[in-house]
C-alpha cells in the first residue's frame, strides 16, 4: 500500500527591505551630513545601513539591503507582517573628537513603512518616505518652505507571500478603535495620568483567537478646546516615536448619524451625542489594527457572527508603568500607590458590537457608536456565550507593551491634591477586585460598582471594522438579470421573421393590398360626387378620372411613396425565389429576366387584388366600447360577486387585445392566485417577466411563487433582482425581508428591513421638505398681496408724531409663561416654531418671554437644552441674565423629525392584500403587530379583517372589525367591511345598516363600487325599489358596469318604468352582451310592451346563454302564458 504524500511545507523566504537613497537631509553641523539608517521590524533590529554623505546637492545613496525571515504558512506571521510597520530611523554619525572612544550620533528622524501590499498579493513595491523629526533633531528646525528629507525603499519578495486559494478564500479585517466618549466625571485632565486601554478577541485560525490590545488611550478635553487629530496611528508602532506613529495618508473617516451602524442613532440620544463630542473630555485612539484570517478563521468568525451577533470589546483603566531605569529615587505616596497597583486594572467595562451586518450580500465596512455596560461575567456569557473575558491577559499584553515604549510620549504627570488621588486609585482598584473576580455562575453577579460608572455617564465608544472582501458576496445587478432570463427568456418585441418563397410572394400580397387600399381611398376623396353621377359612367370620363388620379399621385409625391413601400417586397422575391444576389454580366439576360419578373409580379398582383378587392364594401370593424381599464374594474367587480367565470374572461379578454402587456397578464396571475390557481398564476407572471424583465411587481409576485412552490434559490434570485430594478422602492426591500424571514434567514431579513426604514424615513423627509417648501412659497406670494394693502386698512403702518420712523401696528399675541422644566423645551420649541410661521406673513412676533425676566439658573438651564450645542456659548456673557429680545434672531429653531405616514410593513401588507398574496401578507401583519410604529392599531385590525374575508373567515374578520371600531367609531372603510362581513354571512339587514352608515359619511371607503351594488340589492330584496334604484345609479355615476345599469333595469321594472328599464337594460347588454340575466328582463320589458319579435328574440338569447335564474323564467313564462306570445313553442 502506497503511503500518502506529506503535505508541501513552503520553506521560509526572505523579504528584501532596499533602502536606495536618502535626500534634503539636515545636520547638527548644516547641510552636509554624514547619515546612516537602521531598519527595525517590530522589536527585531534588522540592520544598519553604512554611512553615508548627504548634501544639499547629492542625495545619500545607501543602496543597503536589508532581509526579513518569516514563515508563511504560519498565519500569525502573516498577522505581523500585516499590522506591524518596518521603522527607519536616520541616524546622523557625527566625527570623533579627542579622547572619544566612540562616535557620537544625533538621531535625526524616522518613518514607518508599511508591508500590506505584500499581504495583498503583490510582490514588490516602493515608497518615497517623509521623514518625520524626532524631539531635539535639527529637522525640526527646518521652515515650512524648505525641502522635506525623503527616503526611497523597495520592499519585494521572490515569490508572492500568499497564493491565489489564500487570497480568494482568506480575507483582511482592519480594526479602527476611535475615541470613548462621554467617560466617568471622576476622569479628570488634573492629577496622576493613566492609560487607557480597549481590546476584543479575534480568530486567526479556527483553534485559536489573537487578543488585539490598543493600550494608548489617553484623555483629552472636549474639541471646543482641543481639535482632535483624526490621523490614525499604528497599533504596533515598535521603536517609532513622535509622528512616526501614524499611518501614512490614513484617518478616522467621519459618516452621518443615519449611515452609521451602531447604537445611539435616534433623535433622543442626538443631543447627548453632540454634548459629549463638543464639550466633555474623550478617550482617544484612533488606532488601526489589521488581522489576516485565513479560511479556517473567515469561517469560523462568520460562524461566531451569525450563532451571536454581537462581539465583545472591553475597555479599562491602566496605571502609568514605572521608570525601569535611572537613579533611584524616593517615591511620592502617590506614584507608591499606583506602583502596588501596577498590573491591576481598574473601571472595566464592556461594548458589544453587534457584526450581523457584515453578514449582510456585500457590505464590507460597519462603524457606529456603542453603549459601554459595566463588564460581568454573566452579561457577556448572555450576550456573547463566552464564559470569560480577556482583559487580565490583554492587561498584561498592555503593560509589555507600555514598559516597551517606555521613551515613547506619555501623558504628561501632574500632582495635584495627593491625597484625594490616593483614596481614588486605591478605592478603583479594590471595587474592580471584587466585581471582576466574582462568580456569576448563578447569574447574580457582584454589580462592578467603577463599571456602573460608564452606565451612568451613558458612554459610548466609536469604532469601525473593515473587511478586505465581505463575508457574504453580494451578486452584481448584470448577474442577477441574466440568471432571470435564463429561467424567464425575455419575449422578441416583434415575432420572428422566417424568411423563405412563399413568405416572400405573402408579403409582395400583403404590400400590394396596402397599396391598392390607399389608392382606392385616394380616388374616393378625388372622384366621390362624379361616380354617384350616371351620365359620367362613359369611357371617356372613367379614362378622364385614370389620367387625373395618376397626376395628382405624382404630383403628391404618392407615387414614389407607393413605389419605395413595393421595392423591398419585389427584392424579396428576386432573392428568394429566383435566387439572385448578383449583379447580371449580360444585358440581354438581364432583359429576359426583367421581362419574366414583369409578367409574374403582375400575375400575383391579380391575384392578391382578386382575393381583396369585392363589389361591396365590407362593413369595417367596430371599436370595441370598452377599453382595458373598464374590462379590469367588470373582472374586479365579478370577483366581489364571486362570479370567478366571469372575471377569467375579462382578465382574458384584455390578454387577447393586448398580449404583449405586462399589466394585462400580472393583473390575471393575481386572479389566479386569488382562486389558488397557482400553476396558472406562476405562467402568466412568466409570461409578464417575458414581456418585460424589469416588470417590479412581477418579479415581486413571481418570487412568491416560487416561495410558495418550495423553490427558494428561485425565489431569492427574484426577490434580489426586483431590489436591482429599484433600488430605492420600499415595497421591494420589505418582500425580500420577508422572504428571509420565511426561510429563517434572521441576517438577511434585517438586512432588507434596514434597507427599507432607511428608505421609508428618506422619503418621509423629502415630503416635509417639499410641504415646507410649498409652505414658503405660499408665504411668499402672502407677502408680497400684503405689500399691496391700501393705508386705512388694519395692519398699516402709524405715523410717529414726534419723528422717525413709524411703527406697525402688531396684534398682541399671547405668549407662553417660562418655565425651567426640562420636559417643557421640546413645547417651548414647537411654540417658537408655530408662531415663526404663523408670523410669515410679515408680522414679527413677540419671542417667547419678551418683557420678562428669567432668572440666571432658568435662562442657563433652558439656554442649554433649547439651542444647538454650538450656539450655547453664546447664551449669556459674564453670566448676566440677558433679555429674551437681545438673543440672535438668526438662529432658527430645531425642526422636528419627520415621521413617516405608515411602517414599511404596513405599506407591503396594503400592496399585499391588492394582490392576494396571503402568506407574506400574514408575515408582514405579524412585523405590523411587532412594530415600534404599528401595534394593534385600527389600520392593523382593517388589514387582518381584509385577510380574514379573502381566506372567508367571517368571524375573525367581524372581531377584527370590532376591535378597529371600538378605537375609530367613525372609519368608513371598517363599516364597509362589516357590512361585507354581515352580507357574506346572510344578514342582510345588518349589512344594511353599515352600508347606509358608510355612505353618509364625509370620507368615502376605499371601495365605494361594491358597497353600492351591495346596498341595492338589499333594498332590492327589500322591496324598496325606489331606494335601490337611486342607489344603482350612484353605482354607475362613479363606474358603469353590466351589474349596476342592469340592478337599475330591474328597479326601473319593478316600478312599472318601462321605458327607463329598457334603457338601462340596453346599456348593460351594451357593455355585456352575454349576460342572460339581462336577456330575460329585456324579454319581460317586450312582452309588457306588446312587442312579439323582440321579446322571443331576447328570450331565446337567455335561454341560449344558460339563464339559471328559476324565479325570473318562471315570471318570463308567466307573461309569456298571459299574453299570448313569446315563446316560439307556442
Given at each position: 500500500?502506497?503511503?500518502p504524500?506529506p503535505p508541501?511545507?513552503?520553506?521560509?523566504?526572505?523579504?528584501?527591505i532596499?533602502?536606495h537613497?536618502a535626500?534634503?537631509l539636515k545636520?547638527?553641523?548644516g547641510?552636509t551630513v554624514?547619515a546612516?539608517?537602521?531598519?527595525?521590524?517590530g522589536?527585531k533590529?534588522l540592520?544598519?545601513?553604512?554611512?553615508?554623505d548627504?548634501?544639499?546637492?547629492?542625495?545619500?545613496?545607501?543602496n543597503y539591503n536589508?532581509?526579513?525571515?518569516?514563515?508563511y504558512?504560519?498565519?500569525v506571521?502573516?498577522?505581523?507582517?500585516?499590522?506591524?510597520?518596518?521603522?527607519?530611523?536616520?541616524?546622523?554619525v557625527?566625527p570623533?573628537?579627542?579622547?572619544?572612544k566612540?562616535?557620537?550620533t544625533?538621531?535625526?528622524?524616522?518613518?514607518?513603512?508599511d508591508?500590506?501590499p505584500?499581504?495583498?498579493?503583490?510582490?514588490?513595491?516602493?515608497?518615497?518616505?517623509?521623514?518625520?523629526?524626532l524631539?531635539?533633531?535639527p529637522?525640526?528646525?527646518?521652515s515650512?518652505e524648505s525641502l522635506r528629507?525623503e527616503?526611497d525603499?523597495?520592499i519585494?519578495?521572490?515569490?508572492?507571500?500568499?497564493d491565489?486559494?489564500?487570497?480568494?478564500?482568506g480575507?483582511?479585517?482592519?480594526?479602527?478603535?476611535?475615541t470613548?466618549y462621554?467617560?466617568p466625571e471622576?476622569w479628570l485632565?488634573?492629577?496622576p495620568q493613566?492609560?487607557?486601554?480597549?481590546?476584543l478577541?479575534?480568530?486567526?485560525?479556527s483553534e485559536k483567537?489573537?487578543?488585539?490590545?490598543?493600550p494608548h488611550?489617553?484623555?483629552?478635553?472636549?474639541?471646543?478646546?482641543e481639535?482632535?487629530?483624526?490621523?490614525k496611528?499604528w497599533a504596533?508602532?515598535?521603536?517609532?516615536?513622535?509622528?512616526?506613529?501614524?499611518?501614512?495618508?490614513?484617518y478616522?473617516?467621519a459618516?452621518t448619524?443615519?449611515d452609521e451602524d451602531?447604537?445611539?442613532?435616534?433623535?433622543?440620544?442626538?443631543?447627548?451625542r453632540?454634548v459629549?463630542?463638543?464639550?466633555?473630555?474623550?478617550?482617544?485612539?484612533?488606532?488601526e489594527?489589521?488581522c489576516?484570517?485565513?479560511t479556517s478563521?473567515?469561517?469560523?468568525f462568520?460562524?461566531s457572527?451569525?450563532?451571536?451577533?454581537y462581539?465583545?470589546?472591553?475597555?479599562f483603566?491602566?496605571?502609568?508603568?514605572?521608570?525601569?531605569k535611572?537613579?533611584?529615587?524616593n517615591?511620592t505616596p502617590?506614584?507608591?500607590?499606583?506602583?502596588?497597583d501596577?498590573?491591576?486594572i481598574?473601571?472595566?467595562?464592556?461594548?458589544f458590537?453587534?457584526l450581523?451586518?457584515?453578514?449582510?450580500?456585500?457590505?464590507?465596512?460597519i462603524r457606529?457608536?456603542?453603549?459601554?455596560?459595566?463588564?460581568?461575567?454573566?452579561?457577556?456569557h448572555?450576550?456573547t456565550?463566552?464564559?470569560?473575558g480577556i482583559?487580565e491577559e490583554?492587561?498584561k499584553?498592555?503593560?509589555n507593551i507600555l514598559n516597551?515604549?517606555?521613551t515613547?510620549?506619555?501623558?504628561k504627570?501632574?500632582?495635584?491634591?495627593?491625597?484625594?488621588?490616593?483614596?481614588e486609585?486605591?478605592?478603583?482598584?479594590?471595587?474592580t477586585?471584587?466585581s471582576?473576580?466574582?462568580?456569576d455562575?448563578?447569574?447574580q453577579?457582584?454589580?462592578?460598582?467603577e463599571?456602573?460608572?460608564y452606565?451612568d455617564?451613558k458612554?459610548y465608544i466609536?469604532l469601525?471594522?473593515?473587511?478586505?472582501?465581505?463575508?457574504?458576496?453580494?451578486?452584481?445587478?448584470e448577474?442577477?438579470?441574466?440568471?432571470?432570463a435564463?429561467?424567464?427568456?425575455?419575449?422578441?418585441?416583434?415575432?420572428?421573421?422566417?424568411?423563405?418563397?412563399?413568405?416572400?410572394?405573402?408579403?409582395?400580397h400583403?404590400?400590394?393590398?396596402?397599396?391598392?387600399?390607399l389608392?382606392?381611398e385616394?380616388?374616393?376623396?378625388?372622384?366621390a360626387?362624379?361616380?354617384?353621377?350616371?351620365?359620367?359612367?362613359?369611357?371617356e370620363?372613367?379614362e378622364?378620372?385614370?389620367?387625373?388620379?395618376?397626376?395628382?399621385l405624382?404630383?403628391s409625391?404618392?407615387y414614389?411613396?407607393?413605389?419605395?413601400?413595393?421595392?423591398?417586397?419585389v427584392?424579396?422575391?428576386?432573392?428568394?425565389?429566383?435566387?439572385?444576389?448578383?449583379?447580371?454580366?449580360?444585358?440581354q439576360?438581364?432583359?429576359?429576366?426583367?421581362?419574366e419578373?414583369?409578367v409574374?409580379?403582375?400575375?400575383q398582383?391579380?391575384v392578391a387584388?382578386?382575393?381583396v378587392?369585392a363589389?361591396?364594401?365590407?362593413?369595417?370593424?367596430?371599436?370595441?366600447l370598452?377599453?382595458?381599464?373598464q374590462?379590469k374594474?367588470?373582472a374586479?367587480e365579478?370577483?366581489?360577486?364571486?362570479?370567478f367565470?366571469?372575471?377569467?374572461k375579462?382578465y382574458?379578454?384584455?390578454?387577447?387585445?393586448?398580449?404583449n402587456?405586462?399589466?394585462?397578464?400580472?393583473d390575471?396571475?393575481t386572479?389566479?392566485?386569488?382562486?389558488?390557481?397557482?400553476?396558472?398564476?406562476?405562467e402568466?407572471f412568466?409570461?409578464?417577466i417575458?414581456i418585460?424583465q424589469?416588470?417590479l411587481p412581477?418579479?415581486l409576485?413571481?418570487?412568491?411563487?416560487?416561495?410558495?412552490?418550495?423553490?427558494?434559490?428561485?425565489?431569492?434570485t427574484f426577490f434580489?433582482?426586483?431590489t436591482?430594478?429599484e433600488?430605492?422602492?420600499?415595497?421591494?426591500w420589505?418582500m425580500?425581508?420577508?422572504?428571509?424571514?420565511?426561510?429563517?434567514?434572521?441576517?438577511?431579513a434585517?438586512?432588507?428591513y434596514?434597507?427599507a426604514?432607511?428608505?421609508n424615513q428618506?422619503?418621509?423627509v423629502?415630503t416635509a421638505?417639499?410641504l415646507r417648501?410649498?409652505?414658503?412659497e405660499?408665504h411668499?406670494?402672502e407677502d408680497?398681496e400684503?405689500?399691496?394693502?391700501p393705508?386705512?386698512?388694519?395692519?398699516?403702518?402709524i405715523?410717529?408724531?414726534?419723528?422717525?420712523l413709524?411703527?406697525?401696528m402688531?396684534p398682541e399675541?399671547k405668549?407662553p409663561?417660562p418655565?425651567?422644566?426640562r420636559?417643557?423645551?421640546?413645547?417651548k420649541?414647537?411654540?417658537?416654531?408655530s408662531e415663526k410661521?404663523?408670523?410669515?406673513?410679515?408680522?414679527?412676533?413677540l419671542?417667547?418671554g419678551?418683557?420678562?425676566?428669567?432668572?440666571?439658573?432658568?435662562?442657563s438651564?433652558?439656554?442649554?437644552?433649547?439651542r444647538?450645542?454650538?450656539?450655547?456659548?453664546?447664551?449669556?456673557?459674564?453670566?448676566?441674565?440677558q433679555?429674551?429680545?437681545d438673543?440672535?434672531e438668526?438662529?432658527?429653531?430645531?425642526e422636528?423629525?419627520?415621521?413617516p405616514?405608515?411602517s414599511?410593513?404596513?405599506?407591503?401588507?396594503?400592496?399585499?392584500?391588492?394582490v392576494?398574496?396571503i402568506?407574506?401578507?400574514e408575515r408582514?401583519l405579524g412585523?405590523?403587530?411587532?412594530?415600534p410604529m404599528?401595534?394593534p392599531t385600527p389600520g392593523?385590525h382593517i388589514?387582518?379583517?381584509?385577510?380574514?374575508?379573502q381566506?372567508?373567515e367571517?368571524?375573525e374578520?367581524e372581531?377584527?372589525l370590532?376591535?378597529?371600531?371600538?378605537?375609530e367609531?367613525q372609519?368608513?372603510?371598517?363599516?364597509?367591511?362589516?357590512g361585507?362581513?354581515?352580507y357574506?354571512?346572510?344578514?342582510?339587514?345588518s349589512?344594511?345598516?353599515?352600508?347606509?352608515r358608510?355612505?353618509t359619511?364625509?370620507?368615502?371607503?376605499?371601495?365605494?363600487?361594491?358597497?353600492?351594488?351591495?346596498?341595492a340589492s338589499?333594498y332590492?330584496?327589500?322591496?324598496?325599489?325606489?331606494?335601490a334604484?337611486n342607489?344603482?345609479?350612484l353605482?354607475?355615476?362613479?363606474?358603469p358596469?353590466?351589474v349596476?345599469?342592469?340592478?337599475?333595469g330591474?328597479?326601473?321594472?319593478?316600478?312599472?318604468?318601462?321605458?327607463e328599464?329598457?334603457?338601462a337594460l340596453?346599456?348593460?347588454?351594451v357593455?355585456?352582451?352575454?349576460?342572460?340575466?339581462?336577456?330575460?328582463?329585456?324579454?319581460?320589458?317586450c312582452?309588457h310592451?306588446?312587442?312579439q319579435?323582440?321579446?322571443?328574440?331576447?328570450?331565446?338569447?337567455?335561454l341560449?346563454?344558460?339563464?339559471?335564474?328559476n324565479d325570473l323564467?318562471?315570471?318570463?313564462?308567466?307573461v309569456q302564458?298571459?299574453?299570448?306570445f313569446?315563446?316560439?313553442q307556442?
Amino acid at each position: 500500500m502506497a503511503e500518502p504524500e506529506p503535505p508541501h511545507i513552503r520553506p521560509p523566504e526572505p523579504i528584501t527591505i532596499a533602502v536606495h537613497r536618502a535626500r534634503n537631509l539636515k545636520g547638527q553641523k548644516g547641510d552636509t551630513v554624514n547619515a546612516m539608517i537602521k531598519v527595525e521590524f517590530g522589536e527585531k533590529s534588522l540592520g544598519e545601513s553604512p554611512k553615508v554623505d548627504c548634501t544639499a546637492d547629492t542625495p545619500a545613496e545607501f543602496n543597503y539591503n536589508a532581509t526579513l525571515n518569516c514563515t508563511y504558512e504560519d498565519p500569525v506571521v502573516l498577522d505581523e507582517i500585516a499590522h506591524k510597520p518596518i521603522v527607519l530611523t536616520v541616524i546622523e554619525v557625527l566625527p570623533k573628537e579627542r579622547k572619544q572612544k566612540e562616535e557620537k550620533t544625533i538621531l535625526l528622524g524616522q518613518c514607518t513603512m508599511d508591508l500590506l501590499p505584500l499581504v495583498k498579493g503583490e510582490v514588490k513595491h516602493k515608497y518615497t518616505l517623509m521623514v518625520n523629526p524626532l524631539p531635539g533633531s535639527p529637522l525640526e528646525q527646518l521652515s515650512a518652505e524648505s525641502l522635506r528629507p525623503e527616503v526611497d525603499v523597495t520592499i519585494s519578495v521572490n515569490d508572492p507571500l500568499l497564493d491565489e486559494n489564500q487570497l480568494k478564500d482568506g480575507n483582511l479585517l482592519t480594526i479602527t478603535m476611535e475615541t470613548l466618549y462621554s467617560p466617568p466625571e471622576n476622569w479628570l485632565l488634573t492629577g496622576p495620568q493613566y492609560y487607557y486601554a480597549s481590546t476584543l478577541p479575534i480568530p486567526i485560525t479556527s483553534e485559536k483567537e489573537s487578543t488585539i490590545v490598543c493600550p494608548h488611550g489617553q484623555l483629552k478635553p472636549g474639541t471646543d478646546k482641543e481639535m482632535p487629530n483624526k490621523q490614525k496611528k499604528w497599533a504596533s508602532p515598535g521603536q517609532a516615536q513622535g509622528n512616526a506613529i501614524y499611518i501614512t495618508d490614513a484617518y478616522v473617516s467621519a459618516d452621518t448619524v443615519e449611515d452609521e451602524d451602531g447604537e445611539l442613532r435616534g433623535k433622543e440620544d442626538r443631543e447627548h451625542r453632540a454634548v459629549s463630542e463638543i464639550d466633555k473630555n474623550r478617550i482617544t485612539w484612533n488606532t488601526e489594527r489589521r488581522c489576516y484570517m485565513e479560511t479556517s478563521s473567515v469561517k469560523c468568525f462568520q460562524d461566531s457572527i451569525a450563532k451571536t451577533r454581537y462581539w465583545p470589546v472591553e475597555i479599562f483603566r491602566l496605571p502609568q508603568p514605572s521608570a525601569g531605569k535611572g537613579k533611584k529615587q524616593n517615591p511620592t505616596p502617590s506614584q507608591q500607590n499606583i506602583k502596588d497597583d501596577e498590573g491591576s486594572i481598574s473601571f472595566h467595562g464592556v461594548a458589544f458590537i453587534n457584526l450581523a451586518p457584515l453578514l449582510y450580500p456585500g457590505v464590507q465596512r460597519i462603524r457606529g457608536a456603542y453603549k459601554v455596560y459595566a463588564y460581568t461575567d454573566h452579561l457577556l456569557h448572555e450576550k456573547t456565550k463566552r464564559k470569560l473575558g480577556i482583559a487580565e491577559e490583554a492587561a498584561k499584553m498592555a503593560f509589555n507593551i507600555l514598559n516597551r515604549n517606555s521613551t515613547s510620549p506619555s501623558p504628561k504627570k501632574v500632582v495635584k491634591d495627593k491625597e484625594g488621588d490616593k483614596k481614588e486609585v486605591k478605592k478603583g482598584a479594590s471595587q474592580t477586585v471584587k466585581s471582576d473576580t466574582a462568580s456569576d455562575v448563578d447569574g447574580q453577579g457582584v454589580v462592578n460598582v467603577e463599571g456602573q460608572q460608564y452606565v451612568d455617564a451613558k458612554s459610548y465608544i466609536m469604532l469601525e471594522i473593515n473587511l478586505e472582501r465581505p463575508l457574504v458576496p453580494k451578486r452584481p445587478p448584470e448577474e442577477l438579470a441574466k440568471r432571470v432570463a435564463e429561467l424567464i427568456p425575455p419575449r422578441p418585441l416583434f415575432p420572428k421573421r422566417t424568411d423563405g418563397a412563399q413568405r416572400s410572394v405573402e408579403d409582395y400580397h400583403n404590400q400590394i393590398t396596402s397599396v391598392a387600399g390607399l389608392v382606392l381611398e385616394e380616388f374616393r376623396e378625388l372622384f366621390a360626387d362624379d361616380i354617384k353621377d350616371p351620365q359620367t359612367q362613359t369611357n371617356e370620363a372613367m379614362e378622364g378620372r385614370r389620367q387625373k388620379l395618376i397626376y395628382e399621385l405624382n404630383s403628391s409625391g404618392k407615387y414614389f411613396a407607393f413605389k419605395e413601400q413595393l421595392k423591398h417586397a419585389v427584392v424579396k422575391i428576386v432573392r428568394e425565389k429566383y435566387l439572385k444576389t448578383s449583379n447580371f454580366e449580360d444585358r440581354q439576360e438581364l432583359q429576359t429576366f426583367l421581362s419574366e419578373l414583369y409578367v409574374y409580379l403582375v400575375d400575383q398582383m391579380h391575384v392578391a387584388l382578386g382575393q381583396v378587392l369585392a363589389l361591396e364594401d365590407q362593413p369595417p370593424v367596430p371599436e370595441p366600447l370598452t377599453d382595458s381599464a373598464q374590462l379590469k374594474h367588470f373582472a374586479r367587480e365579478a370577483e366581489v360577486n364571486e362570479n370567478f367565470d366571469l372575471a377569467a374572461k375579462y382578465y382574458q379578454e384584455r390578454i387577447a387585445r393586448e398580449k404583449n402587456d405586462p399589466d394585462n397578464w400580472f393583473d390575471y396571475g393575481t386572479f389566479c392566485l386569488y382562486i389558488n390557481d397557482i400553476t396558472k398564476a406562476e405562467e402568466c407572471f412568466k409570461e409578464c417577466i417575458a414581456i418585460n424583465q424589469r416588470h417590479l411587481p412581477g418579479l415581486l409576485l413571481y418570487g412568491v411563487v416560487c416561495t410558495l412552490s418550495e423553490r427558494n434559490e428561485a425565489a431569492e434570485t427574484f426577490f434580489e433582482a426586483a431590489t436591482c430594478v429599484e433600488p430605492r422602492n420600499i415595497l421591494a426591500w420589505t418582500m425580500l425581508g420577508l422572504y428571509y424571514d420565511s426561510v429563517s434567514n434572521e441576517i438577511g431579513a434585517e438586512m432588507a428591513y434596514l434597507e427599507a426604514n432607511k428608505l421609508n424615513q428618506a422619503a418621509a423627509v423629502a415630503t416635509a421638505r417639499a410641504l415646507r417648501e410649498e409652505e414658503m412659497e405660499r408665504h411668499r406670494v402672502e407677502d408680497a398681496e400684503e405689500e399691496d394693502i391700501p393705508e386705512d386698512e388694519p395692519g398699516r403702518e402709524i405715523d410717529n408724531p414726534e419723528g422717525g420712523l413709524s411703527v406697525p401696528m402688531i396684534p398682541e399675541i399671547k405668549q407662553p409663561t417660562p418655565t425651567s422644566d426640562r420636559g417643557n423645551n421640546s413645547a417651548k420649541s414647537t411654540n417658537r416654531l408655530s408662531e415663526k410661521r404663523a408670523s410669515a406673513i410679515g408680522k414679527k412676533p413677540l419671542p417667547p418671554g419678551a418683557g420678562q425676566q428669567k432668572p440666571k439658573s432658568q435662562e442657563s438651564v433652558g439656554g442649554l437644552l433649547s439651542r444647538p450645542a454650538s450656539q450655547q456659548k453664546m447664551s449669556s456673557q459674564r453670566g448676566t441674565p440677558q433679555p429674551a429680545e437681545d438673543a440672535p434672531e438668526d438662529i432658527p429653531p430645531r425642526e422636528p423629525t419627520p415621521v413617516p405616514s405608515s411602517s414599511v410593513y404596513m405599506q407591503a401588507v396594503d400592496w399585499l392584500l391588492e394582490v392576494k398574496a396571503i402568506p407574506f401578507t400574514e408575515r408582514a401583519l405579524g412585523h405590523e403587530l411587532l412594530s415600534p410604529m404599528g401595534g394593534p392599531t385600527p389600520g392593523y385590525h382593517i388589514a387582518l379583517a381584509k385577510l380574514m374575508l379573502q381566506k372567508r373567515e367571517f368571524a375573525e374578520a367581524e372581531e377584527h372589525l370590532s376591535e378597529a371600531l371600538q378605537t375609530e367609531h367613525q372609519n368608513p372603510d371598517a363599516w364597509a367591511l362589516m357590512g361585507h362581513v354581515k352580507y357574506l354571512t346572510g344578514d342582510t339587514e345588518s349589512a344594511r345598516d353599515c352600508y347606509e352608515r358608510t355612505i353618509t359619511f364625509i370620507a368615502d371607503a376605499s371601495e365605494m363600487h361594491s358597497i353600492y351594488l351591495r346596498l341595492a340589492s338589499v333594498y332590492l330584496q327589500e322591496g324598496r325599489f325606489q331606494e335601490a334604484k337611486n342607489t344603482f345609479l350612484l353605482a354607475c355615476k362613479k363606474s358603469p358596469s353590466c351589474v349596476s345599469w342592469l340592478g337599475v333595469g330591474i328597479a326601473c321594472f319593478r316600478l312599472g318604468e318601462l321605458t327607463e328599464a329598457e334603457d338601462a337594460l340596453s346599456e348593460a347588454n351594451v357593455l355585456n352582451n352575454s349576460d342572460p340575466e339581462v336577456w330575460g328582463y329585456l324579454s319581460l320589458v317586450c312582452l309588457h310592451t306588446q312587442r312579439q319579435l323582440e321579446a322571443e328574440q331576447a328570450y331565446k338569447y337567455a335561454l341560449k346563454l344558460n339563464l339559471q335564474d328559476n324565479d325570473l323564467l318562471n315570471e318570463i313564462h308567466h307573461v309569456q302564458q298571459e299574453v299570448g306570445f313569446g315563446n316560439p313553442q307556442f
